[in-house]
């Protein structure tokens, strides 16, 4: 009995709601949101795998992939996930100015991966590479579209919530908001594992 | 000394998976520039899914998180590797 009471004082010391499951329905629903993820991308790398052969008169994917440089960006993105992780951690020890300074370095890193796709999407483009070029071109622009908006979308949430941190303006559970945010994040970067191995590393 | 705590690693111990992660991406990198043989499509197959159990069990908690959440990512990740694979497999993909 006494335990309760204190745990449903600590809870609310967050911030958080006493649920029936004793878990965050946020954060479940934030799995159950990347568990129907997995439907989205798998259909979008499935069609890739069924079309990447499918060049038409456009270029080959192994004659326009710049390994080096797509390499570059995975690596920006998977030490954005460190930085993302550390600012959930920072955010766990209630330490404001490292939170911030995380989720702003995540942001830059996840902005110079956005970055780094427009650019190779201009270079293929230029290259003759275009959105109805091929069934290649087409699944290949959609699929690596798709995840760059997402990541897109991730920046604009960690600035945000970088913003309201900021403003002192968090309602709930702070430390549980960066940790939601940072599974999105997370996702995003584990999308982009899946991405790199089987669109850029296995010849079509 | 512990890397784990209530919440997960500690920043140390996060910045060791970030590194073992790093090593992973380079020998990725590695299969490109060197002949692996017919150890090329395993041995990528095998470090993807090494790295994206290592992000999903530790940067995003799986590991130390309830079940429930592990049930709700796994099942939407399992029901898509199904529909797909069954998907590609009647379009001959595998053949």
């Known amino acids: 009995m006494a335990d309760t009471a204190v745990h449903e004082a600590h809870d609310a010391g967050h911030g958080a ?3 029936s499951t004793g878990l965050s329905n946020n954060k479940l629903a934030m799995w159950l949101f990347l568990g129907s993820e997995c439907l989205l991308f798998g259909g979008l790398i499935s069609t890739y795998m069924l079309y990447r052969g499918r060049v038409a008169n456009g270029p080959h994917p192994n004659q326009i992939y710049d390994i080096p440089f797509t390499s570059v960006s995975s690596f920006v993105l998977l030490m954005s996930s460190l930085t993302m992780v550390l600012a959930v951690s920072a955010a766990q020890r209630r330490n404001d100015q490292q939170t911030n300074l995380w989720l ?10 956005v970055g780094g796709q427009v650019y190779e999407f201009t270079a293929f483009y230029r290259e003759g590479l275009g959105f109805t070029t091929s069934l ?8 690596t579209g798709f995840h760059g908006v997402h990541v897109t979308v991730g920046v604009i949430m960690l600035l945000v919530t970088r913003s309201i941190i900021q403003k002192k303006r968090v309602t709930g559970d702070k430390a549980e908001s960066v940790e939601i945010v940072g599974l999105y994040w997370h996702f995003v970067d584990v999308v982009w594992i899946i991405i ?5 590393l296995i010849p079509a | 000394m512990s890397t784990a705590t209530e919440h997960g690693l ?4 996060y910045i060791k998976v970030a590194i073992i992660l790093a090593i ?8 490109y520039y060197v002949d692996f043989g017919p150890f090329f499509m395993p041995s990528l197959m095998i470090m993807m899914v090494a790295k994206f159990i290592i992000v999903v069990s530790y940067f995003m908690h799986l590991k130390f998180d309830s079940k429930l959440f592990s049930f709700m990512f796994y099942a939407g990740l399992v029901l898509a590797l199904g529909c797909y694979f069954a998907a590609l497999a009647t379009f001959q993909f595998f053949s």
Do not use: N, Q, R
Not at chain 2, 24 to 31: G, H, N, P
């Open chain 2, 24 to 31: 992973i991406t380079a020998l990725e990198v590695s299969t």
């Open chain 1, 104 to 113: 702003l370095v995540t942001a830059l890193l996840g902005s110079t991966f």
């Open chain 1, 136 to 143: 290649f071109s087409s699944s290949f622009y959609t699929l």
């Open chain 1, 196 to 200: 790199f191995t089987l669109v850029y």
């Open chain 1, 17 to 19: 709601h006493v649920t």
């Open chain 2, 10 to 13: 500690t920043d140390g111990g």
